[in-house]
């Protein structure tokens, strides 16, 4: 059977993933990052990000192959939501969950109330069935694309899968909701196989993910610290260690044994998911984290010889001017390598959306006018606060960054740009939320 597989922008990992679970049941598997007219083949779209579900060309893409007689499959994070898929896109059917079994039954024998871990419309009403337990996943090789080298993904060809599941509970997140706070990692041996063949497909950095990297062959919420560093160490044998990166790790799941092989065997940076400078926003957000205990991973990393960068959530409902100060405080005395910063984003079927739909919009910082220094830009309060926290932390890096015309145009532009996202899926979520 021809396929084509859609991931808009960039090849992910699911598309990929799922294109070698299809080759290797004996179809012909076509990916692609630009949506375009697949011509009479199955089509399976890997959707990643709440705007999917809200672009236009994606909605044309999927109404025109359904019109020429052909089917349409959606899977992806967005399916955490699949009444807001098949209301929002229309597709043939909705994969629930883990598809690896799933889409291989789904594109040979169609549709059926049988089929585990699917979603589709039944005269007009959508039927969810539910999925089936989770499968091992030791699986093909991914299906990679020759041009694999030509995305760049936080500076990564692409992030590869080691494990699944997180045992955090983040409120901002899917992952746990998705795959389970139970770790299942995956035999090092698979994984060393498919790093060479990215490597042989042209891949110049992989990075590692599944929520937190350093809990690769943890049980029972225990560090396996020799199996991280073991799984490390191998992939800079076939990559080369400034080709490999280990990004997301949580501030309380380092060792000093793992510190010093993220500093031997990879790029030697730490990401941290700090988020807050403010204790009360990080218990709204069910970091499970303390700032204190931020402030205490960040200084272990420095004492290793690792550059630290450290991503930042504003807008938080809730979050109040006090709670932002302590924010640009933290940040000024951690003087991180890299910052990140975004607007809070309710991502379907997470407790933040829950939240965002029960939070009224005069309380809600994306949606209050902001008044004060930037007033005149007309920005809401978290896009005013996510443009001022980017200028702010380029104050206190190691080396300083002088804030420009053009940097504060693109600061102004992203903060923008991401508040009018946040809205849009807000007013999504707001649609479909059950009274």
Known sequence: MEITILSPGIYTYGAMLIGGVLRDAGHRVALTRTPAAP?????????????????PAIRDLIRAHRERGGVVYVGGPVSAAPEMVLGELAPDAVVVGEGEETVVRLVEEGVSPDLSGIAFLDAGRPVVTPPAPPASIDRPLPLIPDDIGSQSVRGASAYIETHRGCIGACTFCQVPRFFGRTIRSRPLGSIVEEVKAFAAHGATRLSVSGGTGSLYGSTDG???????IALLRSMAEVMGARNVSSPDIRV???????????????????????????DRVLRMMGKGATVRQVEEAVERCREHGLRVAGSFIVGYPGETERDYEATKDLIAALS???????????????????????????KNPAFIPHAG?????????SEARCFDLMMHADLFRPQLRLVTDEVYNTYLAEARKQGRDIRAAT?????????
């Open 373 to 381: 220094e930037y007033r005149a830009l007309n920005l809401t309060e």
């Open 252 to 278: 309380d799941c380092i060792t000093d044994e793992v510190l010093d092989a993220v500093r031997r065997y990879t790029i030697g940076w730490v990401f941290f998911g700090i988020e807050s400078g403010s």
């Open 336 to 362: 991180l390598d890299d910052v990140f910063v975004s607007s809070a984003e309710p991502i379907p079927a997470t407790p933040l959306a829950d939240l965002a739909v029960r939070t009224p919009r005069d």
């Open 39 to 55: 011509g009479d083949s199955v089509l399976l779209m890997s959707l990643f990000s709440t705007q999917h579900l809200l672009d």
């Open 222 to 228: 225990e560090m396996n610290p020799e199996a991280f």
């Open 427 to 435: 007013e999504l979520i707001l649609r479909y939320a059950r009274p």
